[in-house]
């Protein structure tokens, strides 16, 4: 360090230790820049050091930072013994002191050199070196400046990490919050229903891979009305946190048990027998013992009460029908037994069978309905505040010849189990990047956003990035006004390949949408890492805003984290003005559902814009 460098030296150390927030990096930082200037080799800092009044005999400390000795690297943020006389005392600068310096856990050097500079107050900053470094500057008076500097960096940088830890606990609390709320029943603490489909989803894809059979036990308490209507609701909240407990002490860890509402249960085994009879039987086995426990009396307050369970049993195998469809035939059969005499067990009837070969019928026209133009796209406005429309999202229609419009619920699922849906789905890209570009040439039109759903067999093809580029080419839409809508299972069963994907789209001009947010497992940790625009409030939730506490919380928690992570956030599923006023009010401006327009063709949108 020569003596003309002074002063660009003290302004860069004063940039480095001012342009720091955090503590770690503050350290680190003026511990490199001042071993490169000062030509020392390794140095550490230890803060909050005990009082040095006492200069005699060793003291513990914790080493904060070191740099330039990898010994010293591996001991930061440990506590070590350490001679006060090293330590304590104001700046010096100390040759030949191999025998103070022999304490400093370092097999690799021996250092015989110090340079002590304190730091205010808040600790001490030591350099180390073989040989002293030749210098004639005054170093010990020219640094203090410096450490002056640091001092107030270091208060500093403790009051923002301080809070930075704050936002992550009150993050992390309110992620714990968003999670308990939305799959998982206040009540009892069992599985509500979203948590249930999530798991009979996963039991049809294990079934599927084993062959072997599950059951659902769908189970009603017979007389809880009456319970409720003569002992009041407290007495019959009590009934159901005991049911609760008894279904799960009948079943083995893992099974699902859940709390659907009101008395009724659901219990779903897996891995039973490959054989059906077999299998049944060890469903009706499983079902029997619930049947007993539930029978034992319940002490209810200073109350003795009896209930029993009427239990609809229905067998599944792999993915041989919907979900919807399995708890609608488990229902079916729990009513059977309710008009048998109650406190039975019935198994649903065999006419599934039916169902199924129906449903194989609709797969063998939906292979011919895109060559034969069967499909249509419909489209739902999506407005703000001031009910302008900003776009629309297109919804598949099928027109069938015979069947008229199939709902999508009968045959999105189908598409999407026989891999139909990557057809139709690149149908879908391609019909909407057309009509973007028809409406590029009219003013009132030119504007508008279409989000399309992108299917989870689409976005995995290896192609699809390719896909969405040569639509875009070949259909000369403005890439600008295209939005893709994926689920949050779907982003998040391969991470790092979805992150990947999404953000080659994104350089494409394209904007993602995260549909149905708050049905999924999405974790902070993962959704701020996606290169998202925005966040899209499942209906589930929209729909009881205004009269379901658990249900408004949540929203409000979505809402105030997409405003944290910069995201712009729509609700779907909007019905009511109660509904809009209430998501306006608390920071959510953009719409979409029946309230503004139910899903409509082409020329009745554009003929609701004029």
Not at 62 to 70: E, F, N, T
Not at 275 to 301: C, F, G, I, S
Request: a negative charge; glycine letters at 6%.
């Amino acid at each position: 360090m020569e003596r003309q460098h002074i002063l660009p030296i003290m302004y860069d150390l004063a940039v480095v230790i001012g342009g720091e927030t955090s503590l770690k990096p503050l350290l680190d930082r003026t511990l490199q820049r001042l071993l490169y200037y000062t030509s020392f080799p390794a140095g550490f800092i230890c803060l909050d050091i005990p009082d040095c009044s006492d200069e005699v005999g060793e003291m513990s400390v914790r080493i904060d930072a070191a740099v330039g000795d990898y010994d010293l690297l591996g001991l930061v943020g440990k506590e070590v013994s350490l001679p006060r006389a090293l330590l304590c005392g104001s700046a010096v600068r100390e040759a030949d002191h191999p025998a103070l310096l022999a304490a400093l856990p370092s097999a690799h050097a021996h250092y015989k050199s110090y340079l002590r500079l304190p730091i205010d107050g808040r600790g001490v900053l030591i350099l180390l070196a073989q040989q002293m470094p030749e210098t004639q500057l005054p170093l010990e008076q020219m640094l203090q400046p410096v450490m002056a500097l640091l001092s107030k960096a270091i208060l500093l940088c403790r009051s923002s990490d301080a809070y930075a830890k704050s936002l992550i606990e009150a993050r992390d609390h309110a992620e714990a919050q968003v999670h308990q709320l939305a799959f998982y029943d206040p009540l009892t603490g069992l599985s509500n229903r979203r948590l249930l489909m999530d798991r009979l989803k996963q039991a049809f894809a294990s079934s599927a891979r084993s062959a072997r059979h599950g059951a659902l036990l769908f189970l009603d308490l017979d007389n809880f009305k009456t319970l409720n209507d003569t002992k009041g609701h407290d007495i019959g909240d009590l009934l159901l946190i005991e049911v609760a407990e008894r279904l799960k002490s009948c079943v083995r860890e893992g099974y699902t048990v859940a709390r659907l509402g009101g008395d009724e249960f659901v219990v779903v085994l897996e891995s039973l027998s490959a054989l059906a009879a077999e299998a049944a039987a060890q469903a009706e086995l499983v079902a029997e013992k619930v049947r007993d426990k539930l029978n034992e009396p319940y002490m209810l307050k200073e109350h003795i009460h009896y209930t029993s369970p009427s239990i609809g049993i229905v067998m599944f195998r792999g993915h041989q029908d919907s979900l919807d469809n399995l708890l609608k035939y488990a229902d079916s059969a729990m009513y059977q037994a309710k008009t048998e005499g109650r406190n039975a067990i019935r198994f649903y009837d065999p006419e599934m069978q039916a169902a199924i070969e129906a449903r194989a019928d609709i797969e063998d026209e939906l292979r011919q309905a895109l060559d034969k133009q069967q499909f249509r796209l419909h489209y739902q406005i999506q407005v703000d505040s001031l009910g302008r429309p900003l776009g629309a999202e297109v919804l598949l229609r099928w027109e069938h010849p015979v069947r008229g419009l199939v709902s999508p619920a009968q045959f999105i699922p189908l598409a999407e189990d026989t891999g139909l849906i990557v057809p139709i789905g690149l149908w879908v890209l391609q019909t909407a990047c057309a009509q973007l570009k028809a409406w590029q040439q009219d003013a009132m039109t030119r504007d508008l956003t279409l989000a399309v759903n992108v299917s989870a067999g689409q976005f995995r093809q290896p192609d699809f990035v390719a896909q969405v580029q040569s639509v875009l080419l070949e259909s000369g839409a403005k890439p600008s006004l295209l939005k893709l809508e994926l689920t949050e299972s779907m982003v998040l069963k391969n991470v790092e390949d979805t992150i990947t994907k999404m953000r080659e789209i994104k350089l494409l001009g394209v904007s993602f949408s995260m549909d149905d947010f708050g049905t999924g497992y999405s974790s902070l940790q993962y959704l701020k890492r996606l290169p998202l625009d925005q966040i899209k409030i499942d209906q589930s939730f929209v729909r009881d805003v205004t009269s379901d506490p658990n249900d408004a919380a949540i929203v409000q928690t979505i809402i105030a984290m997409t405003q944290a992570l910069g995201l712009n956030v729509i609700a779907e599923g909007v019905e009511t003005a109660a509904q809009r006023d209430f998501l306006d009010k608390h920071g959510c401006h953009a719409f979409q559902g029946y309230l503004f327009s139910k899903p409509v063709p082409l020329e009745q949108f554009a003929a609701s814009l004029r």
